[in-house]
Nanobody
Framework: HVQLVESGGGSVQAGGSLRLSCAISGLTDITNCVAWFRQAPGKEREGVAV???????RVEDSVRGRFTISSDNAKNILYLQMGNLQPEDTALYYC???????????????????WGQGTQVTV
C-alpha cells in the first residue's frame, strides 16, 4: 500500500524560504517518478517539479531558479526546497507518485496515481 505524507508547509514573508518533505512508504517497482504539485484557490493543480526513478529532475519554468527537487533514497523522503517565495506561490502543495512514462514527460496530474494530503504554503 503506497502512502505519501507531506510536511514542512507554513507561513513565510515574501523573499523567504521553506523546505517541504514527503515521506513515501510502500514503494514498488511500478514507480516511474515522484513529483510536487500545487493548487491555489480557484486554479487547477499544476506540476512544479519531478524526479525520475534514475535521478533525472525537471523543474517547471514558473519556479526554475527558485525551487529544487531532491530525495533521500535511504529514507524514502522527497524534498522541495523553495527560495525567494512570492505571494503567487501561495497554494496547497502535494507530492505524488507516477507509474507511467507519461507522468514524467507530461507532469500532468491525471498521470499520477498516488497522492498525499497536501501541506499549505502561504506567502
Amino acid at each position: 500500500h503506497v502512502q505519501l505524507v507531506e510536511s514542512g508547509g507554513g507561513s513565510v514573508q515574501a523573499g523567504g524560504s521553506l523546505r517541504l518533505s514527503c515521506a513515501i512508504s510502500g514503494l514498488t517497482d511500478i514507480t516511474n517518478c515522484v513529483a510536487w504539485f500545487r493548487q491555489a484557490p480557484g486554479k487547477e493543480r499544476e506540476g512544479v517539479a519531478v524526479l525520475e526513478r534514475y535521478g533525472a529532475t525537471r523543474v517547471e519554468d514558473s519556479v526554475r531558479g527558485r525551487f529544487t527537487i531532491s530525495s533521500d533514497n535511504a529514507k524514502n523522503i522527497l524534498y522541495l526546497q523553495m527560495g525567494n517565495l512570492q505571494p503567487e506561490d501561495t497554494a496547497l502543495y502535494y507530492c505524488a507518485l507516477g507509474s507511467s512514462t507519461s507522468a514524467w514527460t507530461t507532469l500532468s496530474a491525471s498521470a499520477f496515481v498516488y497522492w498525499g494530503q497536501g501541506t499549505q504554503v502561504t506567502v
